[in-house]
């Protein structure tokens, strides 16, 4: 296994490589790293040509990964994603034919095109890390991370997600537009090589398999878990919203910020990393109650409020 340390390095490393494709998102290259190492999946949310594929492509690239690209649409089959029995004539028997979501990385691309019979095909891939087809089990590989996308305004043929769905998801991420001088550097090299033939492989999945498991035991001390429940109680009991975040969350929020805190350097959860991945881990799982939006609520607001509003534990440090 790699030592504590080793984590950072090589975390450091990944986000130099994506940074360098991905400019001026820092934060949410950050932010996805931590969704890899805690093995969380993430939903980005945002118009098209923000560079959502680039940065899956790029972060691929740099661990060397094997990444699929589902383009999800109305007449997409559960059998597309996932796979299908075939029948031999040959031998007379039914061989299994692997799917496109047996590969490290799957983009899905407009999750939200597809049917809720497809998209829930996804369900047993994302939680349980497997494909059952016809009684019979496949694991599928690992690492394995599902990034998918979906447009915020174009709604004319969509199927929205779910609650049970949505809250597979560890992280909601949105790159949004770059800034004036970011776009004028971005367009002052348009025509220059491909900026993925600038990404070198700088991880192996075997060092992500063991960097996953470092993270799982970075120390989170009590005072921090009875602050992640405090967060989410408040979710559940403020009067905007209807359905406040589940358990499944908290075990996502405290799982994030062990990797948060891996990546930093440490080996102990500080309040800091908590409130570092909530904001993002936390309002798609939350529904506003009737008239919230009337009064110019959103959940991203509520979770920052409920931030504000909480007392942070103090003198939290090593075990």
């Not at 980005?44 to 899956?56: F, H, I, N, Q, R």
Request: glycine share 6%.
């Amino acid at each position: 296994m790699l030592p504590d340390a080793e984590v950072s390095k090589l975390a450091e490393r990944v986000l130099q490589q994506v940074n360098a494709v991905i400019v001026g998102k820092a934060d949410r290259v950050r932010l996805l790293l931590c969704a890899l190492l805690s093995r969380r999946h993430i939903l980005l949310e945002d118009v098209p040509g923000t560079g959502k594929t680039l940065l899956v492509r790029a972060l691929a690239r740099s661990l060397g990964a094997s990444v699929a690209r589902l383009q999800f649409t109305p007449d997409l089959l559960p059998s597309d994603v996932t796979g299908f029995s075939a029948y031999d004539p040959g031998t007379g028997e039914f061989h299994f034919r692997p799917g496109p979501i047996f590969h490290h990385l799957i983009l899905v691309d407009e999750i939200n095109r597809a049917s809720p019979k497809t998209q829930a095909s996804l369900l047993e891939c994302m939680e349980e890390r497997q494909v059952t087809v016809d009684g019979t089990t496949y694991p599928l590989p690992q690492p394995f991370l599902v990034l998918a996308t979906q447009n915020p305004v174009e709604q004319e043929g969509t199927f929205p997600l779910p609650e049970a769905q949505l809250d597979r998801f560890g992280l909601k991420l949105a790159l949004g537009y770059p800034d004036r001088e970011i776009e004028a550097s971005l367009l002052a090299r348009a025509f220059e090589s491909d900026p993925l033939q600038r990404v070198t492989q700088v991880a192996t999945m075997e060092e992500i398999i063991q960097a996953q498991a470092v993270c799982a035991q970075v120390y989170l001390d009590g005072s921090l878990r009875r602050y992640i429940i405090d967060i989410l109680e408040a979710t559940r009991n403020h009067h905007d919203v209807a359905l406040g975040a589940s358990p499944r969350a908290g075990l996502a929020v405290a799982a994030l910020s062990q990797a948060h805190a891996a990546i930093s350097g440490r080996d102990y959860v500080l309040p800091d990393d908590i409130k570092a991945v909530v904001p993002a881990a936390l309002p798609h799982r939350i529904v506003l109650a009737a008239g919230a939006r009337w009064r110019e609520q959103n959940p991203e607001i509520i979770v920052q409020q409920i931030l504000r509003s909480l007392a942070v534990p103090t003198g939290v440090g090593r075990r």
